[in-house]
């Protein structure tokens, strides 16, 4: 006999979960208990429940393991709603665990009671609540579904004062984490045949890589088709590092830093092949001409209707439709190389800072000359996020982690914290704008506590840049609610006892990042910049 607490913990370590995430209640105490005795698995305290769920996210992301948190009722649940709805829309496998009230008082007024069920409704894949004697069917069912076909979470509730209830303790059967996936479709085939003389027939097609594409992993299919083809291809943000950007058909990142320059290429498409297209990051009618449109990927085109001239949806398993793609005898097109050489070289010169400057560009810049490639960056949300997603250079899309399709400000903390834990012997490095520290600032108490060499290099603006652009180009005063003041003209000495650079020249910033990469704790790098470089290269026109 165990109890549900211990059944519990010893589920999750059997399924391959390393670290629980969260901030303890009466009610789960219980289960951090479970957690400590359970070998190979440990519970991390944290300072906010979003924080929890967001290294949670990021652990899934990492590891293809879920990645679990929990919370305790009302505000704590809802704060781990908004790492919650990060991991369902950013495609990462995580199972999130919250109290809730026991039966006869779920329907009661009760303090710090509401109804967890409907709150993670419409922001998870499936919300369920457990009971003493199935424990481990509903986590292991939970991590089926988180891991399954598209990633992302699954909430279950667990009513409080059943954690030390005896039950019968069952071997946890691994082989359950995954439902069944459907390797091969019949139907590939035959959809693919379809289309193929629309392929033919087309004299510039474009690839257009999304995020499905990352989780099939059919990186070394991308590249065989596209030279097969010798065709251009784009990629969305969080599809980055799919295809390398030496290469002679790199031509750009959608959405993102000069977005008008890399339009020049898919501007001139008479056909787009949507490769593992996830909308999430940005709709296709969004950026595309007026030319038909093939849909490669479990799930159909989400296209607004009367958008697209035609839609051509191939479903099934993402890597034998690459398979059958590469089967297909077609000649190459009909692109000029050297003007896609030249369009990707002139985007690459304009987000080169220039000689002697000190802006974003360079803060960019000399992080990735100094950064070694195996080193992982986690990066916020605001402008500079739009220069790394067209800057940055990474050989694997897991090297470069944002939030693209939940977008949330205060990501790259969390984010650091884990790819830290998950990879403990490689450099990591967390950028983000002043708001977005702003936001997470006490987590580097919980870097400090578990002594994480972490390099924290925050872009000091004093604005919310992003939305300060998106204010000039509607005429309005552009530092009104967007400026943050929040630069004292002293620099601190450490926040929670984590050491602080400030650097206003490459000089002082360059030695800032040597000093804080050798470090053997966390560090944080105050690079003080202007936000003017962002006018020329951010929110350009995708058409």
């Known amino acids: 006999m ?64 879920p990645g679990a948190c929990f919370a305790t009722f009302g505000p704590g649940a809802t704060n781990l709603s908004t790492g919650v709805g990060g991991a369902q829309l950013d495609r990462f496998p995580l199972l999130a665990f919250t109290d809730e009230m026991p039966d006869d008082l779920l329907k009661r007024t009760v303090q710090m009671n509401i109804n967890h069920q409907q709150l993670f409704f419409p922001i998870t894949k499936w919300t369920t609540r457990l009971n003493q004697n199935n424990v481990e069917e509903i986590i292991l069912k939970g991590a089926g579904i988180a891991t399954d076909d598209s990633p992302g979470a699954v909430h279950i509730g667990i009513p409080a004062g059943i954690g030390r209830n005896q039950v019968q303790k069952v071997k946890a059967e691994v082989d359950y984490l995954r439902l069944e996936k459907k390797r091969w479709s019949p139907l590939v085939a035959d959809q693919t045949a379809k289309v193929a003389k629309l392929i033919q027939t087309s004299k510039k097609p474009v690839l257009a890589v999304g995020l499905s594409a990352v989780h099939a992993e059919v990186s070394e299919q991308l590249i065989a088709l596209a030279e097969k083809l010798q065709v251009p291809v784009v990629h969305t943000p969080m599809a980055k590092g799919m295809f390398p950007e030496e290469h002679s058909l790199y031509a750009g990142v959608l959405f993102h830093a000069l977005s008008n320059e890399v339009a020049k290429v898919y501007s001139k498409a008479d056909l787009i092949i949507g490769i593992g297209y996830d909308p999430v990051e940005f709709n296709y009618e969004e950026w595309m001409p007026e030319v038909p449109l093939i849909h490669f990927d479990e799930k159909e085109a989400d296209v607004a209707t009367g958008q697209i001239q035609e839609v051509f949806n191939v479903i099934g398993a993402l890597e034998v439709a690459m398979i059958e793609l590469l089967k297909l005898d077609i000649n190459p097109k009909s692109w000029d190389i050297s003007f896609l050489e030249a369009n990707k070289q002139q985007i690459f010169r304009k987000l080169t800072p220039k000689t002697g400057s000190f802006g974003p560009l360079a803060v960019v810049d000399e992080l990735r000359k100094v950064l070694p490639g195996e080193g992982i960056l986690t990066v916020d949300v605001g402008a500079h996020l739009h220069l790394v997603g067209q800057q940055w250079r990474i050989p694997k899309p897991e090297k470069l982690l944002m939030t693209n399709g939940w977008s949330s400000m205060g990501f790259a903390i969390p984010a650091a914290l884990a790819a830290k834990l998950c990879n403990p012997d490689l450099p990591v490095v967390a950028l983000m704008g002043d708001g977005g520290f702003l936001m997470m600032v006490g987590e580097l108490a919980t870097a400090k506590r578990l002594n994480l060499n972490i390099v924290f290099v925050v872009i000091y603006d004093d604005s919310l840049s992003l939305i300060s652009i998106k204010q000039t180009k509607k005429k309005f005063d552009s530092g009104y609610g967007t400026d943050l003041n929040l630069l004292d003209r002293e620099p601190t000495n450490h926040y929670f006892g984590v050491p602080v650079v400030r650097a206003t020249n490459n000089d002082e910033y360059k030695n800032a990042l040597e000093k804080a990469l050798a470090a053997d704790g966390p560090l944080v790098i105050e690079a003080v910049v202007s936000s003017k470089e962002y006018d020329e290269l951010v929110l350009k026109p995708n058409k």
């Open 2 to 65: 165990s109890t549900v607490a211990e059944v519990f913990a010893h589920t999750l370590k059997e399924i391959g979960v390393r670290y629980v995430f969260g901030v303890p209640s009466g009610n789960m105490i219980d289960y951090v208990e479970a957690l400590r005795k359970e070998e190979g698995i440990d519970f991390i305290l944290v300072g906010h429940e979003a924080t929890a769920a967001f290294m949670a996210g990021v652990c899934g992301r990492l590891t293809g393991v």
